[in-house]
């Protein structure tokens, strides 16, 4: 039986790239086999959040899920710190991953390159070690991820190998689950750059909670090139990035779009797209605010989630304990 797992950090607003490249696809594998959902907001610590800026994007970050499709009748739906076996597993792995390992990992080299001495956290250092833990400790065969985060499945994989070639079969050995389309969208205005939460200005980011008319101005000012020719190519980056996220949006194929826009200019293609992710994010936020609306549901939405989370993850972690030798 497939297992899945995947989560969104919950930090900053959430942009059209989180939903491309991991709420959506984790939509479209519920029903597949087992889904575990969840939002993994003791990694959001390494920012030092606001905590009632924390705890709302928890609870929004939740009601995302749920209104892009997640059914926590059929999905576990969890926030991370409700589980604090998450926290000490990651504590135990933490002895089965070398330093050297973890300063090869491209998003702690990225971040840690941003905020200087004082922001070189050791949670940030170690937070492929917790996410490894998120993994490992649900039994998770696929984990939904965006291109980005795939280094930190494969580090998990190697974690979990190690730990079985020393104790016995204890871990399942993950696999990532990258989408073709989507996985990895850039910024609008700097397409070499991946669309991102921390970014300090928005024009090139499509956020979940953006209006109509940004949304359309924010593509229409999308950069492009002085060919004017719609094709998808290494050479043309914006071009490629625009027709990722009307693939990802419509699930039309990238050839099905690009001979749709044949003979045709940017405008044309851009004009479409506008409407496109409109109708599409119009929709996402009507039932995202309904959700928002009555906050005591999503609370017992999560302590639900949590109740059935603890479950797996507290008799693996006791499996874990006894290996080691841990009383």
């Known amino acids: 039986m497939k297992r899945f797992l995947s989560g969104i950090q919950a930090t900053g607003d959430l942009h059209i790239g989180n939903y491309l490249g991991a709420i959506k696809p984790c939509v479209e594998l519920q029903g597949e086999g087992e889904s575990i959902y969840f939002?993994?907001?003791?990694?959001?610590?390494?920012t030092r959040p606001d905590p009632a800026k924390l705890r709302?994007?928890?609870?929004?970050?939740?009601?995302?899920?749920?209104?892009?499709?997640?059914?926590?009748?059929?999905?576990?739906?969890?926030?991370?710190?409700?589980?604090?076996?998450?926290?000490?597993?990651?504590?135990?792995?933490?002895?089965?991953?070398?330093?050297g390992e973890l300063s090869?990992?491209?998003?702690?080299?990225?971040?840690?390159?941003?905020?200087?001495?004082?922001?070189?956290?050791?949670?940030?250092?170690?937070?492929?070690?917790?996410?490894?833990?998120?993994?490992?400790?649900?039994?998770?065969?696929?984990?939904?991820?965006?291109?980005?985060?795939?280094?930190?499945?494969?580090?998990?994989?190697?974690?979990?190998e190690r730990f079985n070639n020393i104790y016995g079969d204890t871990f399942v050995v993950p696999e990532a689950v990258v989408r073709k389309v989507g996985a990895r969208v850039m910024n609008l205005q700097n397409p070499d750059k991946k669309m991102s939460k921390s970014d300090e200005g928005q024009s090139g980011n499509i956020l979940l909670l953006d209006n109509k008319e940004s949304i359309q101005n924010k593509i229409k000012r999308a950069v492009t090139d002085s060919e004017g020719l719609v094709e998808f190519s290494d050479t043309k980056p914006a071009i490629a990035n625009l027709l990722q996220i009307y693939s990802g949006v419509t699930g039309d194929g990238i050839e099905t779009i690009t001979a749709k826009y044949a003979g045709k200019g940017y405008g044309e293609l851009k004009t479409d797209l506008a409407?496109?992710?409109?109708?599409?994010?119009?929709?996402?936020?009507?039932?995202?605010?309904?959700?928002?609306?009555?906050?005591?549901?999503?609370?017992?939405?999560?302590?639900?989630?949590?109740?059935?989370?603890?479950?797996?993850?507290?008799?693996?972690?006791?499996?874990?304990?006894?290996?080691?030798?841990?009383?």
């Open 275 to 327: 409407n496109v992710v409109v109708d599409s994010i119009v929709e996402l936020q009507t039932k995202y605010h309904e959700l928002l609306k009555n906050e005591d549901y999503l609370l017992e939405i999560v302590k639900e989630g949590n109740r059935k989370a603890n479950e797996i993850a507290s008799a693996k972690l006791l499996e874990v304990k006894v290996k080691l030798g841990l009383l």
């Open 104 to 160: 090869r990992q491209t998003q702690y080299k990225d971040k840690s390159s941003k905020k200087g001495v004082e922001g070189q956290l050791v949670g940030l250092f170690a937070y492929p070690v917790l996410m490894a833990a998120d993994i490992l400790l649900y039994s998770a065969t696929h984990v939904p991820v965006g291109e980005d985060q795939a280094q930190h499945v494969e580090l998990a994989r190697d974690i979990a």
């Open 56 to 99: 709302k994007e928890t609870l929004s970050n939740i009601a995302w899920f749920m209104a892009a499709g997640i059914d926590p009748n059929k999905s576990i739906l969890y926030v991370q710190s409700g589980v604090s076996a998450n926290a000490e597993l990651c504590w135990i792995l933490n002895n089965f991953v070398t330093m």
């Open 39 to 46: 939002v993994p907001n003791l990694h959001s610590l390494n």
